[in-house]
């Protein structure tokens, strides 16, 4: 885990009212900004809600507003803004800078995780040290840790073994899981989770793989035939922090700063105890829907991982500085 804050240049700030002064002294309005849908049960929606609420009942002049369902920034935008200091909190999927960060590719690895026991075992590895630290260098901080498992959909046929995604057109979240996909046969049409509904609905797509978390919340058993459960061989989880401006954070009293940290370690021990109902919550939605649900053998997996590792982790390995050394830190967490 790690820290969190707030930022404005000092003119915005005032006109946003953002320093409300009274009796009591000055109370520092932070905002955070999120793609996922507010009030409708998303386990990131509801971390970032805690510690908001957790932040107010601190009773140390800050007040934490939260924007879901990329009502104040994009998706995309999340990243560059919470790194400059412009925005003041998120719940980011770590992936989607990496563009900027080919490192994090590595926080959507084909089977690198593969459990929700091992996700926990790896927030404190080296691995993920390796990972903070640039994030920290970027300039945000890492308050709670979240790592969300995720499935396949698809309207044409289940996805189990490679050979079975061959001819469909895929969103895969993360360069990673495109690059496995495309490998085994796939076509790959690239957008936010936010936005699989729209292109499966329109023909854009034909399948899907995202976290369990969205497939529920953005629902999307409206428009698939087939899903694919995490299981016993779960090939898909994704990194996705409530990550703090660090510029904001470090202008915090100690106070302050103190009282996120601590929501920020509540809103992670509740994840952790929540999230493994989250797939739970999700077959039963898809087949509340009339949904076909499977899952992956392990025969399945590991043909995947064969996939993964001429395609995905070469590529890392090949591409991106210290790329070999991340998989093995991963790897090495048993």
Same mark, same amino acid.
Request: aromatic residues 8%; proline residues 4%; glycine residues 6%.
């Given at each position: 885990?790690?820290?969190?804050?707030?930022?404005?240049?000092?003119?915005?700030?005032?006109?946003?009212?953002?320093?409300?002064?009274?009796?009591?002294?000055?109370?520092?309005?932070?905002?955070?900004?999120?793609?996922?849908?507010?009030?409708?049960?998303?386990?990131?929606?509801?971390?970032?809600?805690?510690?908001?609420?957790?932040?107010?009942?601190?009773?140390?002049?800050?007040?934490?507003?939260?924007?879901?369902?990329?009502?104040?920034?994009?998706?995309?935008?999340?990243?560059?803004?919470?790194?400059?200091?412009?925005?003041?909190?998120?719940?980011?999927?770590?992936?989607?800078?990496?563009?900027?960060?080919?490192?994090?590719?590595?926080?959507?690895?084909?089977?690198?995780?593969?459990?929700?026991?091992?996700?926990?075992?790896?927030?404190?590895?080296?691995?993920?040290?390796?990972?903070?630290?640039?994030?920290?260098?970027?300039?945000?901080?890492?308050?709670?840790?979240?790592?969300?498992?995720?499935?396949?959909?698809?309207?044409?046929?289940?996805?189990?073994?490679?050979?079975?995604?061959?001819?469909?057109?895929?969103?895969?979240?993360?360069?990673?899981?495109?690059?496995?996909?495309?490998?085994?046969?796939?076509?790959?049409?690239?957008?936010?989770?936010?936005?699989?509904?729209?292109?499966?609905?329109?023909?854009?797509?034909?399948?899907?793989?995202?976290?369990?978390?969205?497939?529920?919340?953005?629902?999307?058993?409206?428009?698939?035939?087939?899903?694919?459960?995490?299981?016993?061989?779960?090939?898909?989880?994704?990194?996705?922090?409530?990550?703090?401006?660090? %510029?904001? +954070? &470090?202008?915090?009293? $100690?106070?302050?700063? !103190?009282? @996120?940290?601590? /929501?920020?370690?509540?809103?992670?021990?509740?994840?952790?105890?929540?999230?493994?109902?989250?797939?739970?919550?999700?077959?039963?939605?898809?087949?509340?829907?009339?949904?076909?649900?499977?899952?992956?053998?392990?025969?399945?997996?590991?043909?995947?991982?064969?996939?993964?590792?001429?395609?995905?982790? %070469?590529? +890392? &390995?090949?591409?991106? $500085?210290?790329?070999? !050394?991340? @998989?093995?830190? /991963?790897?090495?967490?048993?």
């Amino acid at each position: 885990m790690r820290h969190f804050a707030t930022k404005l240049t000092l003119a915005a700030c005032v006109a946003a009212a953002c320093l409300v002064t009274g009796s009591a002294g000055a109370q520092t309005v932070l905002k955070a900004s999120h793609q996922f849908p507010g009030g409708k049960g998303d386990i990131r929606d509801e971390m970032v809600q805690m510690i908001a609420r957790d932040v107010a009942a601190a009773n140390v002049g800050l007040e934490i507003q939260v924007f879901p369902g990329s009502s104040l920034y994009k998706p995309n935008d999340q990243w560059n803004a919470v790194t400059r200091g412009l925005l003041d909190m998120t719940s980011f999927p770590l992936d989607y800078a990496s563009g900027r960060h080919p490192e994090f590719s590595a926080t959507l690895m084909p089977g690198l995780v593969a459990s929700h026991d091992r996700a926990i075992r790896l927030n404190d590895s080296d691995f993920m040290k390796h990972i903070k630290k640039i994030v920290e260098d970027a300039g945000a901080l890492v308050i709670a840790d979240a790592w969300l498992s995720g499935a396949f959909a698809s309207k044409k046929a289940c996805i189990t073994s490679p050979d079975t995604i061959k001819g469909q057109v895929i969103r895969a979240a993360g360069p990673a899981f495109e690059e496995m996909l495309v490998a085994a046969g796939a076509s790959i049409s690239s957008m936010p989770s936010s936005e699989i509904y729209t292109g499966m609905q329109t023909g854009v797509l034909d399948a899907a793989n995202t976290s369990s978390a969205s497939f529920v919340s953005y629902r999307l058993f409206e428009q698939a035939k087939c899903l694919t459960a995490p299981g016993e061989n779960a090939l898909w989880f994704m990194y996705e922090p409530v990550l703090v401006s660090k %510029k904001v +954070f &470090e202008r915090l009293t $100690p106070e302050q700063q !103190k009282a @996120i940290l601590a /929501a920020g370690e509540k809103a992670e021990t509740f994840f952790n105890a929540e999230v493994r109902k989250g797939d739970d919550v999700m077959i039963e939605a898809y087949k509340k829907a009339g949904v076909e649900v499977v899952e992956m053998s392990k025969a399945d997996y590991d043909a995947w991982l064969e996939v993964a590792k001429t395609s995905a982790y %070469k590529n +890392f &390995e090949a591409n991106v $500085p210290d790329g070999g !050394k991340l @998989i093995e830190e /991963a790897l090495a967490v048993k």
